[in-house]
């Protein structure tokens, strides 16, 4: 499996939204353009490994926090997204989204995607 940069960038884009920060701000904090950070969030560029570091370093995020949707292996950043997710909700909001969630994990495993 290789790098969604797609996911990965809109992952940059929601992370720098929750931060409160602007394009330009986290192209100045990272000595990239704006018009890089526009493409990366896009999924037009290809990261390079130092970018997504002073990315991640900026946002105060790991990389796993990134590429979460590209890593095989990134159950405790889902574990964790999702707990943010809920924290807010109320006690009929978490009751829908417990059968909604029951309903899609048994629609999942009932019928296995070809990877």
């Known amino acids: 499996m290789g790098i969604d940069y797609k996911a990965v960038g809109k992952q940059i884009k929601e992370t720098r939204i929750q931060a409160n920060m602007t394009q ?5 904090s990272t000595q990239l ?8 969030e896009d999924g037009k560029t290809k990261l390079k490994l130092t ?3 002073k ?13 979460s949707d590209s890593l095989i292996q990134s159950k405790d950043t889902y574990d ?12 009929d909001e978490m ?8 309903a899609t994990k048994e629609a999942l495993r ?3 995607r070809s990877e």
Do not use: Y
């Open 33 to 40: 353009s704006t018009l890089n950070i526009s493409n990366i």
């Open 95 to 102: 009751r829908i989204l417990k059968s909604v969630t029951k």
């Open 80 to 91: 964790i997204k999702l707990a943010n997710l809920l924290e807010d909700c109320s006690n």
């Open 110 to 112: 009932n019928n296995p």
């Open 51 to 53: 970018e997504i570091v």
């Open 55 to 67: 990315i991640a370093d900026v946002l105060s995020v790991t990389v796993d926090d990134l590429l």
């Open 24 to 28: 330009e701000s986290l192209a100045e």
